[in-house]
């Protein structure tokens, strides 16, 4: 299977600890994005990456939030001090980029939960 | 600004009823448009998409036509199936640099056998 990948599938973890997530993209994509899904609601924007380069974080990516993508590959997702608003499932994408290839395609998640 | 409005659920119906789900967008240009399916359990998957006005997307049954002069991509299935029970996003990208998807809120499906 060569879709986008995501370790863990589920974390449970206590308020004040970090977390760090993964995502692995489809091989050949060169951007990835970073969603949130909060229960009853639909994914929202989290930031993108064009190959190494982060180019856009949305306001809700707080500075307790870091995400990097080192090599252009597979990409990390960092959250220091959690807190029990970070419950959510983590969404990554990836897509070819351009604008007859943006379609985005979506991992398993991962679902954090900050007791 | 740029947004997704999708008919609240739970839609509940019977196998071989018609489904109609309702999305309407609002966008600052010309946005490309979505069906995401999340089933139980599972990641999201693209369902079907368009590009630009009058496009007809479909898959597995399923169709949704680009309607610029209503902002309208409304998913429509002639026969459903017990297996068609998941929960179905709207979405729109508006193409730059970033190309984020915007989601609406999700419409629950259930299919009675």
């Known amino acids: 299977d060569t879709g986008v990948s995501q370790d863990p599938r589920h974390k449970i973890t206590k308020r004040g600890q970090n977390v760090t997530f993964r995502c692995d993209p489809i091989?050949?994509?060169?951007?990835l994005y970073w969603y949130r899904q909060t229960l009853g609601q639909g994914p929202e924007f989290l930031t993108y990456f064009q190959n190494e380069a982060q180019l856009e974080k949305s306001r809700l990516l707080s500075d307790r939030f870091s995400a990097e993508r080192p090599k252009g590959s597979f990409s990390t997702l960092e959250i220091q001090r959690t807190e029990q608003g970070d419950s959510a499932m983590y969404l990554c994408a990836s897509s070819l980029g351009g604008q007859d290839q943006e379609t985005q395609y979506f991992g398993p998640g991962t679902r954090l939960l900050v007791l | 600004g740029n947004s997704v409005t999708q008919m609240e659920g739970p839609v509940t119906l019977s196998e071989e009823a018609f489904l109609t789900i309702n999305c309407t967008y609002t966008a600052t240009g010309y946005p490309s448009l979505f069906w995401y399916v999340q089933y139980p359990g599972e990641g999201l998957q693209l369902l079907l998409k368009a590009t630009k006005a009058d496009d007809k997307g479909s898959n597995k049954g399923f169709e949704a036509t680009y309607r610029k002069e209503t902002t309208s991509f409304h998913l429509e299935k002639g026969s459903v199936q017990v297996s068609d029970s998941a929960v179905y996003f709207c979405a729109l990208l508006l193409y730059s640099s970033a190309s984020k998807i915007i989601f609406g809120s999700g419409t629950r499906l259930s299919i009675r056998p």
């Open positions: 091989s050949e994509h060169n951007r």
